[in-house]
Nanobody
Framework: QVQLVESGGGLVQAGGSLRLSCAASGRTFGWYGMGWFRQAPAKERELVAALPWGGVGTLYADSVKGRFTISRDNAKNTVYLQMDSLKPEDTAVYYC????????????????WGQGTQVTVSS
């Protein structure tokens, strides 16, 4: 019942920055925990960061702590992922994710996915 539309991906040099946005449809945005996942070729889709709806704390993968920041604006029905100090290993398709009444911790538990946006970091 929710649609997620992502934007902001692109090609950037190592050390650069990108800001991803995910706009959710409807007025039930606040009912969902939101997160960002990524999937590189031949690899599993993995959690990057999440904002639990229940306020249990912000989650980050160890590989992005200190470099990525997730935030949300409920008034705009939008979640963001600010990515700084990008590394070539960050190259992947990034997906916005939503889980009703919970935190999207694993790909199998996600209720809604965005279409994905490509992030490519050149060395």
């Amino acid at each position: 019942q929710v649609q997620l539309v992502e934007s902001g991906g692109g090609l950037v040099q190592a050390g650069g920055s990108l800001r991803l946005s995910c706009a959710a449809s409807g007025r039930t945005f606040g009912w969902y925990g939101m997160g960002w996942f990524r999937q590189a070729p031949a690899k599993e889709r993995e959690l990057v960061a999440a904002l639990p709806w229940g306020g249990v704390g912000t989650l980050y993968a160890d590989s992005v702590k200190g470099r990525f920041t997730i935030s949300r604006d409920n008034a705009k029905n939008t979640v963001y992922l600010q990515m700084d100090s990008l590394k070539p290993e960050d190259t992947a398709v990034y997906y916005c994710a939503a889980k009703a009444w919970g935190t999207p911790r694993t790909a199998t538990d996600v209720d809604y996915w965005g279409q994905g946006t490509q992030v490519t970091v050149s060395s």
